[in-house]
């Protein structure tokens, strides 16, 4: 199986280069625009009836033995169907996977009286807020509640905080989506770029900044998921921060450089705001 999709995946690749070749930048664009709108609503509305009798009839062959073999009715059965999870490997989102555990590391190593944490995943800050005090910031409030973590009901782009107020804040896959209304934020074109100076602005001098975005050969848009940068770019508007460590992901490999030649990625940013 796992064969044959590399087969698949290399004459996708192969056809796709071949495509490069011969179509000008802007048909590629609008190309690449056009399949993802497709592919966004095909996986909406498809209903593949091979593979749904397919994965069925695994189902129920396996409810079938576990009713056979248990030798008491001790458990009332009640059908829930999970036909997706029967994979060779356990699957894994490289992005928060090496995220977190590169802002664990840090924040461990700083070791901060407190966090003010805007936008990042929630998940990953219930675990760090049994540690280490979190401030959450966002203009979605969660519902759950656990100790150590507060939410404070905020736009990055107007944080209720006084200027050189903050020593630690962390925004992890944040500021790339700012000001593209996917989280029901405003239209704002200019959003990451004005999100980065509210970090600036509320940060105390030496203060420690935590961030994530995605990088590109060049400034781009994926309207409406998320913004990618050129590190060129990127460095221009972190002006006033030193970097302190960088990490560079591309697919599932972790780099201490950046690789122009690899085009998308991810880069995890540990700033400290000069005097």
Partial sequence: MRSENTDQKKLESEISQKIKELLPDHLLLLRRSLRRLFLTTY??????????????????SLLFKYIRNQKAPEYQIELYPCLNDNLGYTPVDPIYFFQNAWAARHIFNFKPKYILDIGSPVAFLGI???FVKVFFVDIRPPTIKVKG???????????????????????LCVIEHIGL????DKIDPDGSEKAIKQIKRILRPLGIALISVHIDQRNKVYFNAHRAFSMEYLRSIIDGFKIIDQKFLYGE?????????????????CLQKMV
């Fill in 253 to 269: 490999d972790l780099y201490e450089t950046y690789i122009r030649e690899k085009g998308f990625g991810t880069v995890y940013l």
């Fill in 149 to 171: 973590l507060e939410y404070v009901k905020g736009d990055m782009l107007s944080l209720p905080f006084r200027d050189n107020s903050v020593d630690f804040i962390s925004s």
């Fill in 43 to 60: 996986d909406f509305f498809r209903l593949d009836i091979k593979r749904a009798l397919k994965l069925y009839y695994w189902y129920f």
């Fill in 181 to 184: 209304g996917r989280y029901g």
């Fill in 128 to 130: 760090i807020s049994q």
